[in-house]
């Protein structure tokens, strides 16, 4: 019977050289069980391993998605757990937009619900002006360049309204990813009409969470609102 680790280095093999692209969703755990000669705790054990490392992202009741990005055809990059040299020269900015989309959502889902919240707590009235300003422009947004600029003017105000300089920088660089042709591409894939009527109901509910003073019904309201939009793009 295969080892945990023999079946983890087997699918890593398939992540690294490309075989499994980012952002795609693993086989079946059964049909890798079969395929391996391993038991399916055997495989589940190796699919832990591999999101302890950074090379996929779990989720309850979903398969396992790539989150390992390669840089070039030779590979030759550092993995998720080496870092040399020239990887301590990099910016922060430099880390974040190399990051793949799904990186970023990950990281998003991290930081933004409790960004919202400081911002329930903070927001002076010109922020949730702005804020209210931002989000009544995406509800009549008219298509998706339109409702893409005012989706991310509404979350940079957030961030404005928490008053914490590093949260600000931070989203500042995350709308320059949003630009980025990755990005782009899989916003026109997954934005239709209806699931942008979802956007627009998610978004009034983290405003109005924010303008009551609610940072857990804030928190609450950007979280599932980034969920949705991470089950969106990568279906």
Not at 20 to 49: C, D, M, Y
Not at 119 to 147: G, P, Q, V, W, Y
Request: aromatic residues 6%.
């Amino acid at each position: 019977m295969t080892s945990y680790m023999q079946v983890k280095e087997a699918l890593r093999a398939r992540i690294t050289d490309g075989s499994w692209t980012t952002g795609s969703r693993l086989p079946p755990e059964r049909g890798l069980a079969e395929e391996l000669g391993a038991s399916r705790n055997t495989v589940r054990k190796a699919i832990k391993l591999l999101a302890a490392e950074a090379y996929v992202s779990t989720s309850e009741n979903s398969r396992p998605i790539v989150a390992y990005v390669r840089r070039g055809e030779s590979d030759t990059s550092p993995t998720p757990a080496e870092f040399g040299d020239e990887a301590e020269k990099k910016s922060a900015d430099d880390y974040i937009l190399d990051a793949s989309p799904l990186e970023v959502l990950e990281a998003r889902l991290v930081i933004e619900p409790e960004a919202v919240a400081l911002a329930a707590l903070r927001a002076r009235a010109e922020n949730i002006d702005e804020i209210r300003k931002a989000l009544t422009e995406s509800l009549a947004a008219r298509n998706l360049a339109d409702f893409e600029h005012w989706d991310a003017q509404l979350h940079q105000a957030i961030f404005r309204a928490t008053r914490n300089t590093a949260l600000i920088g931070y989203y500042r660089t995350v709308n320059q990813i949003r630009n980025q042709p990755d990005w782009i591409a899989l916003k026109k894939k997954s934005v239709t009409a209806e699931r942008q009527r979802l956007y627009d109901r998610q978004h009034s509910a983290i405003v109005n969470a924010i303008a009551a003073r609610l940072p857990d019904k804030a928190k609450a309201a950007m979280r599932a609102h980034l969920e949705s939009v991470r089950k969106a793009m990568l279906l």
